[in-house]
């Protein structure tokens, strides 16, 4: 009797640590505080929205760009591309925007290439995406 319930018990041990490896890649990021802290430069843009749960992915946006660039004082300065399409990402740049809270985490991309990435407030964040989807529509 003790070697079958030693036995069960072996096997329902083996089936736990399958179940715990196999659920072991599903750690996807929630927010855009996570997001911040799970990607650094030279990610490409599949490799950060790999890391994305697909709720968060739902809240991103993407915006295409001729060109980004931070400028001495600190701001930034974009040139949209225009006649794209929101989440058009045949472009020289990507800025994927995620909100949370009142803040907007942005991602700039060059080339598919993550390059740098910043929290904006929430005014700031939404006037950076009026002005690349503005040229858009």
Known sequence: ?????????????VVIII??????????VTSAHQLDSAVSNGMSLQDVRD???????NEAMRLPALDIEEQSEGSWHFVPKDNA???DTDAPYIVMAVPEDNDFLMLFFRNDELFDKAWFD???GWNIIDQLWTAQT
């Not at 009797?1 to 041990?13: C, E, P, S």
């Not at 890391?51 to 992915?57: G, K, N, T």
């Open 122 to 124: 929430y005014e700031g």
């Open 19 to 28: 179940a715990v490896i196999a659920g072991g890649g599903s750690d996807l």
């Open 51 to 57: 890391a994305m749960s697909p709720e968060l992915q």
């Open 85 to 87: 399409d929101l989440g």
């Open 1 to 13: 009797m003790k070697k079958k319930i030693l036995i069960a018990l072996g096997i329902v041990l």
